[in-house]
């Protein structure tokens, strides 16, 4: 069974830094490549970052590009997400998604969800 | 990047047919946009329903079918029920492009 646990996320102020980590299993992980997807309260699934299996291709949406960092760990199964610079439009809760496919790819299309972490950027 | 439509709100009676739909500003969809379909009850995470148009993960109830419909890709539920109650997603791929999502359809049982 496939699982992703997503953790770090929490209240943070503007300007400030936090890093989100994805816990997977239950699958081969360096054949699948991952995606960070967010939703702001009452909003839709906008595409946050993605990262292929081997980690050498990796994808910002334009509302992060250059503050976010995605990076993975094939050894422990562990996809992250370092935000910096945070904004209050950053509020959202961050999911973890899986490709549907085993593929060397950034353009992920989602199989599997993690349960979501929440991210509040307030001062 | 295309803009992807669905409808805000749907409502549909206990027992009762519902049909979602999801268009591209780009033209008609077809099944080289390779639908998605996403699930997302009140306070959970999204869970896959459909992909590639009408093909079903194991967890798919059978009540649910995707389909083209006139256009755009459709998500069938016959036989609603009050789990059904949730905000569905669709997700279409474009070969010059990213995967876009559309804003999502609130359906109501009621």
């Known amino acids: 069974e496939v699982q992703l646990v997503e953790s770090g996320g929490g209240l943070e102020q503007p300007g400030g830094a936090l890093r989100l980590s994805c816990a997977a299993s239950g699958f081969t992980f360096n054949r699948y490549g991952m995606a960070w997807v967010r939703q702001a309260p009452g909003k839709g699934l906008e595409w946050v970052s993605a990262?292929?299996?081997?980690?050498?291709?990796?994808y910002y949406g334009d509302s992060v590009k250059g503050r976010f960092t995605i990076s993975r760990d094939n050894s422990k199964n562990t996809v992250y997400l370092q935000m910096n610079s945070l904004r209050p439009e950053d509020t959202a809760v961050y999911y973890c998604a899986k490709d549907r496919w085993a593929r060397e790819t950034t353009v992920v299309t989602p199989g599997d969800w993690g349960q979501g972490t929440l991210i509040t950027v307030s001062s | 990047q295309a803009v992807v439509t669905q409808e805000p709100s749907l409502t549909v009676s206990p027992g009762g047919t519902v049909t979602l739909t999801c268009g591209s500003s780009?033209?008609?969809?077809?099944?080289?946009?390779?639908p998605f379909w996403f699930q997302q009850r009140p306070g959970q995470a999204p869970r896959t329903l459909i992909y590639?148009?009408?093909a079903k993960e194991s967890w798919t109830p059978a009540r649910f079918s995707g389909s083209l419909l006139g256009g755009k890709a459709a998500l069938t539920l016959s036989g609603a029920q009050p789990e059904d109650e949730a905000q569905y997603h669709c997700l279409l791929s474009y070969s010059a492009g990213r995967p876009v999502f559309g804003g999502g359809t609130k359906l109501t049982v009621l």
């Open positions: 590639d148009t009408d």
């Open positions: 990262i292929s299996g081997t980690g050498d291709s990796t």
């Open positions: 780009t033209g008609a969809v077809t099944s080289g946009h390779y």
